[in-house]
């Protein structure tokens, strides 16, 4: 199953009247260095669909690579860099909490896992 997508979750919670703040950052400053590591962006969410004031929204951000082997390559690429923290480092007083998952499709599961 080597043309199995693999999908890169990002959840971010913002402190209270970030979230628009956040995504504009991320889109300005994040995005195109994960484009050059080889994601594609497939969606951002935002929820509650309103831009809070003073609570958190909880930000989505959905990324796609074209296979497992692209996403190592993506991890490759992204761990040494230390852009990246100092990215999230100046951004931390947007953010509450955030988290990153990967996952495929449910049934390319067993293909991917056959290693």
């Given at each position: 199953m080597a043309d199995s997508r693999v999908f890169v979750i990002d959840r971010v919670?913002?402190?209270?009247?970030?979230?628009?703040t956040f995504i504009d950052a991320y889109l300005a400053?994040?995005?195109?260095?994960?484009?050059?590591?080889?994601?594609?962006?497939?969606?951002i969410l935002v929820s509650p669909p309103i831009w809070l004031e003073d609570q958190s929204n909880t930000v989505t951000i959905t990324w796609t690579l074209p296979s497992p082997r692209a996403w190592w390559e993506m991890t490759w690429k992204g761990r040494p860099d230390p852009?990246?923290?100092?990215?999230?480092?100046?951004?931390g007083e947007l953010v509450?909490?955030?988290?990153?998952?990967?996952?495929?499709?449910?049934?390319?599961?067993?293909g991917l896992s056959d290693v």
């Open positions: 919670v913002t402190k209270p009247g970030c979230a628009k400053e994040y995005a195109p260095g994960a484009r050059t590591r080889g994601m594609t962006l497939c969606d852009a990246l923290g100092e990215w999230w480092s100046r951004i509450a909490e955030r988290s990153r998952s990967v996952a495929t499709a449910s049934d390319d599961v067993d």
